[in-house]
Each structure stands twice: as structure tokens, then as C-alpha cells.
């Protein structure tokens, strides 16, 4: 059964890890790779991972983290929601959000926020089978492509 618990500084190996085979699995598929790009992003994963992983959930099978989700800022935005290739479709991510969502709501917020690439289909299935809807989709500056690309930003309603 899948755990999904607070991350702790023994995770930061895996929470790097996850996100950036997460990130390269996707977003290769409708993004074209440019030399050293998948440098820079693993790069840019172990830095938040050793910076931010007291912002981070993790769901975690036996001892491997299968996935996790941030919530940077502690407000209502979803910041990463990543899961390992392996597994995604199994649930995982569904757990995640389910959980930050509940986080937000217990916070005292109405509503969630949460973005992605405008080509993630996957990605924003998943956030509408969880009751997001796409509120603005636009150009946004990327950090780890280095130009910009087209975003959804999408709202749920908490219950």
C-alpha cells in the first residue's frame, strides 16, 4: 500500500531523482531536447530537493519513493506534482493531489491551484478527473527549456 508522508532530508536523493526521470519522460515526448538541458534540470531538481523538501509530500512503497508534490510557498499552488515513469497511471499521482488538496483545504483555502505545459495531456487529465478546470492558457517563461511555452493555469473548488 502506498504511504504518502511529509519528505524528509533523507529523501532528497529520491525526490531529485524522481522529479527529473519524471520531467525527462514527459516532457520529451512533445519538447525537443536541447544539448545539456537534461543536465541543467537534474541539476535544478537536486537543488530544490536539498532546499525545499520540507515542502514536500512523498508517496512511498515499502522504501522507494514512487512520487511527490510540493507546495512551495504553503498557500494555495500546487507547485510539482512528479511521478516515476514506472508507475504512473497506478494511482500515485491521484494520491498526491488528493492530499495537497486536503492540506489546502485544511489551511482555509477554497480553491487549489495548479499548472502545467499546454501538450501535458496526461498531466491535465489527471488534474480534471480530480476537479480542476483550466481557468487561462497562455505563454509562460520556462526555466528549464529556456524559452517560453504555452501553460494552463487550472482552478478546483474544494469541498
Known amino acids: 500500500m502506498v504511504v504518502i508522508r511529509r519528505a524528509t532530508e533523507a529523501d532528497i536523493t529520491a525526490i531529485a531523482a524522481v522529479g527529473s526521470s519524471a520531467w525527462a519522460s514527459n516532457i520529451f ?5 536541447l544539448p545539456g538541458m537534461r543536465m541543467h534540470v537534474e541539476k535544478a531538481f537536486r537543488e530544490f530537493a536539498r532546499s525545499s523538501y520540507n515542502t514536500v509530500l512523498v508517496a512511498q512503497l515499502e522504501q522507494r519513493v514512487l512520487g511527490w508534490g510540493a507546495r512551495e510557498e504553503n498557500n494555495d499552488y500546487i507547485s510539482d506534482l512528479w511521478v516515476d515513469p514506472a508507475v504512473q497511471g497506478q494511482g500515485v499521482g491521484s494520491s ?9 483545504r485544511h489551511a482555509g483555502y477554497l480553491k ?8 501535458n495531456i496526461g498531466a491535465i487529465r489527471l488534474y480534471q478527473r480530480e476537479g480542476f478546470n483550466i481557468v487561462e492558457q497562455g505563454p ?9 511555452i504555452d501553460k494552463v493555469q487550472m482552478l478546483a473548488e474544494l469541498k
Open 29 to 33: 515526448s512533445f519538447e525537443p531536447e
Open 96 to 104: 498526491l493531489l488528493r492530499e495537497m488538496m486536503a492540506a489546502i
Open 112 to 119: 487549489a491551484r495548479i499548472s502545467t505545459h499546454a501538450r
Open 140 to 148: 509562460e517563461w520556462s526555466t528549464s527549456l529556456e524559452r517560453e
